[in-house]
Each structure stands twice: as C-alpha cells, then as structure tokens.
C-alpha cells in the first residue's frame, strides 16, 4: 500500500515546483486539530528527514511521515475544480466521517 | 468542500484559518486581481478565463451596475452614464481634472472631489472604483474559496495623500480591508523579486493603454523608496494603434471610412500591432462595409518607422526623471518593464539602448503589477515563512514638519520614511514667561512655510511660566499604516498636552506635488541661504531680547559709559538683523557678545554677592 497523486495531482505538483524553483517533492500529512479531529497537511518539501517514507506516483516525490501515513494509507490525492476555485483533494479510504469544509477528518 | 493548496515547508494552516489574501491593480483602463497559490502568484480569471478586467462602469435605469467588458461596449451608446478612466478623477477637484471638456461626463464639482452625475444620480469617483473593486473581490472569493483577510491595491507612484485616501475609501467601500495601499513600480520591481536583489537603483517603464509612467527606484535594505517619477498622462499603447490605423488608411487609399468601418480598422490595428510582436509581417485583408477592400502588408519594420517619434517621445520623460535623481542611465541596475505596450519589440529595443543593458520582460508586463502585489499581500497576511524578511514598502510622499521662528519649517519626519512611522522632536520657548506655543503642521521639501502646504494648526496652551529656553515641549508626529497623520505636543514638567488629527484634504494635484517636489530641489541652494539668514535673524532678535532685558534689570550695574557702548552695540546689530547678509549678522551677534561680556560678568557677580547676602559660610551647602 502506498500514497498516490493522481495523474492530474501530479501534473499540477511538478508544474508548481518547477515554478517555485526548488523543491524535493511533496508532503502529504495530518495533523491532530481542526474540527473533526485530523487535518490535512500539503507542503512543498526542501528536506526530509530519516523517517519519513517517500512514495514516487507519475514521477513526483511523496513524502509522508511514518505517524501520518497510518491515516493516510491508501490516500490518493487529487486536484480539481469547483467553479471558478481549483485545488487539491484527499481520496482517503480511512475517514469514518468528515466535517463539511473537507478539511478536517475521523477515522 | 474546501480545496487544499500546496503551502510551503511548516507553513500549512489550521482548518479555516487560511489567510486569503489578495493583490489588486487598480488601473486607468484595465484592473487585475492576483493571489499567491501553491507558492506562486496567479492573477485570477473569471468565467470565461479573463483576466484583465476594464475598469468600466455603466450604471443603467433600472438601478442594476454592470462592470468590465459588458459596460464598456456600451460605452459609444451611453457615455454618461457608462463611466471608463475613473482613476483619473480620484480625489481630484474639477480644476484638477485636464480635458474636462472633452469628457462626455456630467460633472458636478462636490467639496474636495467631483462627482459624476448619471441615471442613478451623483456619483463620486470612489463609488464608480469601489463597483470595480466589488467585482474583483466577488471573482477572489469565488476562486479562493473563503473571505478575503485582505487586500494591497497599488496605486501610481505620484499619487498624493488624497489620492490614496480615496483609494482606500473606496475599497472599504467594496467590502476591502486593505493591508497597504503599494506603489505600482514598486509592485513591478517585487514581482520581479528584486526585493531580494542587490542594492540598487532600478528604472520602471510603464507604457500602459493611454498613460505613460517611469519610476526611479533605489533599494536598500529591502525597501523601495521612490527617487523620482515621470511621465506623458496622454501618451500609450493606443496612440501606436492610431498611428497605424492611419497608416493603413493612407496605403489603402481608401474614402474616409464610415464610424463602424473606422472601429473595424481600430480594431485590426490592433491586431496588427500585438502580430508584429511575434512575426515579421501582418497581411490586413478586410472588406469594408462601403464595399471597398482593404488589403496592405505591414512589416515589423515600417511599424517601428511609423512610431519612432512616439517611442521617442518616451524617453523625455525618461531623461527628466534621471535628472531630477540626479543620475546616469549607467548607475541604473535594472529596468523593469510594465503595461501591455511594452511588448512592441521597437519599444524593447530603445529601453535597451538607451540604459544599455536589456530590460527584463519575462513576466506578462500586463500581469506584473498585480503579481507583485499579491506577493506583498500574502506578506502582509501572515503566510511566509517567520524568517522572510518583512517588507515596509509605503513611503511618505513629501516631507512633514513644523513651522519655526522666522518662517522656517522644521522638518520632523523626511520624505520616504517609511510607514507607521513615529518621530518626536524638542521645541522650547522664545520668551521669557510664554504659557502658550501656536504649532503649524506642514508639507513639503522647501525651507520656508510659505512654500510648503498647510497641514493643520494648534496649540498648546497652559505652558508654566519659564524663562526663555527652559520649557521642553515634545512634539511627536506619528503617521499609522494608514498614512493618517496625528501631531501632538507635551510640556514635559507639567505634562499638558494638546494634540491634532490631520486628515488629507482631498485636492493636491500630482501636478503640484511633481512641483512641490521639483521646486524642493531647483530651490536648495536659495533655500539654504535663505534659512542660514532666517536662522541668524532669529538669533539676532533673541540676544537682543536677552539683553534689553538685563539692562532693564541690573542696568545700574554699568556706568554712563559702559551703557552708552552697549546700547550702541544693540543699535549696530539691529541694523545688521534688518539686512540679508547672514554672514555679516552672525559676526555681529558675536561681536555683540564680546561688547557685552564685561556686563554679563557683572550681572554674575552681583547675583551671587545677593544670594549670598545675610548668611554665614556655614549655613552654605557647598
């Protein structure tokens, strides 16, 4: 099991790093807050470090730290569009149930 | 549900707690609304994927308001009530408005600002620009997905405090809170990350639709301060259009055109003109409604033959605006390139000749102000990383202080400090037993009050009677983000107080701030003469005081004699304060105290013979 981007997450990611001009890959996280418990967490990543785990999905490089993945496993991150708004998505299999704002999560 | 953006290392947010914050240019003719996103500024488009918005507004009888390209077609049907170029009357007077004749507008000339009559009755300026402001935040929040924490709108360089005031109005207006107001080149210069660059100085090259705008820029520690700025309010890209409009009606041999013939041909100008950016020749192959045909070739080269004179004439401006900073095109770093216009290769070409060096032009010149401007929002609201450095960025325009003895002014705080900004000076009193001090608020870079702009006045009353020079009254002048100006003044033994909010009076002209500005400049040589005299005259008059006084006191302390000279003395130096010479007055105060040493000395000894009159040695704490 693993964590993936999908095709047009990672097409978006390479774009915005190229862009930014630096940058080793992609964080993927949670973090304990927010209002259903869990929250999302999505950085551009300079330095790993020794723990984490890194995933290549379409030639990008994800990083996840070992704490989150248990949350994470199986995630694949997505990027759509919503009218005139645009951004990334979690795909996670584990949530039980979410707040509506999608940014925070139970599992 | 919300969708997530891409932050940078340790910078991800709290649920719900994502800063939006959004950069605006609000401009002439176009205006742009930008954001930073996944680490990089984007400006937003609308439904159909523009971006640039026209900053149009057409207020109908039904009381609905149409914004952008819808409004400004109906511009040739409507014109009163379809309002293009706001920007130009913001907080301006009637008098201050150049061609008013030719506008198609009703004007009503209101208190400080004019006003715009339409179907839905009198509308000010910062209305028309709040509606464009609306608009863009609608179209932000649509694409950020949240409400705005904030916005930086830019504004020109040469914008006065009234100016400004009127911007922001009219973004508090559309539902704004505005983080700073930016200068324009200055937004250019960050979109381009020379912020982070070397010290410098930088040139700014706006060419826009129908105004041109060069900007000196010296960086140092990471702040901007404006040198200088030029300019041709009514030179632009539309003026190259016209000039082959006209060309091609003169290959084409053609009867003059019909209106929708002659917008037709505009328009395929136009076109033309953003063709030959790319390619080396334009074909123009159009059937006229007369039934004539059009058909011409324009090359690269003959555009750039037809509109040397135009390109030329931009660099006047250019000259003036070195001049005025007092520099070479050697000593300038960089030149950073603004407004869709300049993407004509002619225009590129004589940039780079005439600073030799080329200019940058990756950036979309019609997009930068708005990049940069978002990049400073998303500053400002919080979503860098701690050790970015801030940037202060706004600058006072012209000079603030307080009127002295003589007419002069005292400047408090120098022109480009940088905002919020808090600066307290000392004053005292002039005579002896004063319990009341007048304080006159100021603008501007000459010597002498009658040259600069009134601010406001007060004054400090309840000043305990001291001698001459003994009171210490603080005055702090304090300008907030805002650029809203408070002037205080403090006695400090007594602790009284009097204080003054100075608004910014709608109404100085960039005119009269370019000539305020200039004159600073022809006049510092004058200027400092004539401050050297007023400074001596003052101190001429003080001495004077000091001793008429002591003669009225111990004058019995000296002959008939001794009194004769000194009295003479007070008479040769009246004689000098009343002249211009401050050279000659200083060497007569000094003279004057040399005259009046013996009996100063006397005055000593006899005060201390009195306080020590009547007591023995021992009752002395020595």
Known sequence: ?107 | MALLQIAEPGMSTEPHKHRLAVGIDLGTTNSLVASVRNGIAVCLPDESGRTMLPSVVRYHVDGSTETGLGALKAQATDPRNTIVSAKRFMGRGLKDVAHVEAMPYDFEDGPGMVRLRTVQGVKSPVEVSAEILRVLRVRAEASLGGRLVGVVITVPAYFDDAQRQATKDAARLAGLDVLRLLNEPTAAAVAYGLDNAAEGVYAVYDLGGGTFDLSILKLSRGVFEVLSTNGDAALGGDDFDHRLFCSILERADIDPPSLEDARRLQMKAREVKELLTSCEEAPIHLRLGSGELVDVVVTRNEFADMTRHLVQKTLTPVRKALRDAGLTPEEIKGVVMVGGATRMPQIQRAVAAFFGQEPLTNLDPDKVVALGAAMQANVLAGNRAEQDDWLLLDVIPLSLGLETMGGLVEKVVPRNSTLPIARAQEFTTFKDGQTAMAFHVVQGERELVADCRSLARFELRGIPPMVAGAARIRVTFQVDADGLLSVSAREMSSGVEASVLVKPSYGLSDDEIAEMLKSGVEHAGDDMVLRALREQQVEAERVIEAAEQALAKDGHLLDADERAGIDAAVARLRELRAGSDHRAIKSGIDAFARATDEFAARRMDNSIRSALAGHKVDELEL
């Open chain 1, 1 to 107: 099991m693993s964590v993936t981007l999908s095709e047009s997450a990672a097409r978006h990611v390479s774009n915005f790093i190229a862009k930014r001009g630096k940058g080793f890959g992609i964080r993927l996280g949670v973090k304990t807050s927010g209002c259903s418990g869990m929250a999302y967490k999505l950085e551009f990543v300079d330095d790993t470090h020794d723990e984490d785990l890194v995933f290549d999905s379409h030639g990008v490089k994800v990083v996840v730290d070992p704490k989150s993945l248990v949350y994470l496993e199986g995630t694949e991150l997505d990027f759509v569009k919503e009218g005139l708004n645009e951004g990334f998505k979690f795909n996670n299999p584990n949530v039980k149930d979410q707040c509506g704002c999608g940014e925070s999560f139970n599992v």
